[in-house]
């Protein structure tokens, strides 16, 4: 659909075919909400955001300036690991989710684990330093009704992955796509991406913060052959091979983005090389 098209189902309430089919009128109420969108529109904010919701991998999630809005590379991401998952033998999975945000990779993996992979599939702790966005994905987590497979917590990652390393706790996949633009670059991104919380999208100095804190505790966490799969920025891929030549983990493997850019980032926890 265009975003006008989206504007107005929305506002009409109804399917894309009805806007051509029928010719639909627009109460006095309508108008100014259609008004009230395009000027939004027009002032640089996203399109998900004003309409509320979007889907990611055909789940439906709300979405507004709590988090960062679900991005097609991202389902990408998803997609590793549920492959990933076919080939382990226990079930449920535990899958820890490092900045939720609106939810998205939590609630597609409880939702797609289940139905695709096993019958139990997976559960999932997932963690974000914005209450707003817990809020928001536990939202979503009702929404879809996985709320009773996924543990929200607020907080601040780092401190989240040391209070469950004191708990003796481990996990069969560690999922995350952290901020990772380089703080120097923000003020630079496009105008809509300016909307989104910038909590989401500050990677650090270099962009690779969240990335050297996950690696490092992730090779405490995870169980030995436990998958680690990251979402990376453009560029990073050496700098994050390097950190991983260096630690526990083997198999190390990137996957593209739809622009043929490196995107992903899968590596398998081994014991022996820890
Ligand atoms: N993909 C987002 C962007 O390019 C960044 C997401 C992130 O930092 N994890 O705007």
């Known amino acids: 659909m265009t975003e006008q098209e989206l504007i107005l189902t929305e506002v009409l309430n109804c399917n894309r075919i009805d806007l051509y089919l029928g010719s639909p009128s627009l109460t006095k109420e309508n108008k100014e909400r259609l008004m009230w969108m395009q000027q939004r529109r027009m002032s640089g904010e996203p399109l998900q955001y004003i309409i509320g ?3 990611f991998m055909g789940i439906p ?4 300036e709590r988090a960062l809005i679900p991005r097609p590379e991202t389902e990408i991401l998803v997609e ?6 076919k080939a ?3 079930s449920p999975l535990n899958i820890l989710d490092l900045g939720t945000g609106s939810g998205n990779v939590a609630i597609a993996l409880a939702s797609l684990a289940s139905l695709a992979v096993h019958q139990k599939g997976c559960f999932v702790t997932s963690v ?7 809020t928001l994905a536990k939202e979503n987590a009702q929404r879809n009704n996985v709320a009773d497979r996924i543990q929200f917590v607020c907080g601040d990652m780092q401190s989240f ?3 469950l390393m004191s708990e003796g706790k481990s996990f069969d996949g560690i999922v995350s796509n952290p901020p990772y ?3 120097a670059d923000l003020s630079f991104l496009p105008k809509d991406v300016q909307h989104e919380p910038h909590t989401a999208l500050d990677g650090g100095k270099d962009g690779l913060f969240y990335h ?3 690696v490092e505790y992730g090779a405490r966490l995870l169980r030995d052959q436990g998958l680690l799969a990251l979402e990376i920025g453009d560029g990073q891929r050496v700098d994050l091979a390097q950190m991983l030549s260096q630690t526990s983990y083997q198999q190390v493997q990137f996957i593209k983005d739809y622009r043929g850019t490196d995107r992903i980032i899968l590596a398998t926890h081994s014991l022996e090389k820890g």
């Open 53 to 55: 919701h979007c889907d």
């Open 88 to 90: 382990a033998s226990k």
């Open 80 to 85: 590793c690991v549920l492959e990933k998952m």
């Open 61 to 64: 999630l709300n979405v507004d």
């Open 212 to 214: 050297r804190l996950i």
């Open 128 to 134: 974000d330093i914005s209450p707003g966005a817990i």
């Open 161 to 163: 992955m040391r209070q």
């Open 181 to 183: 633009i380089k703080t």
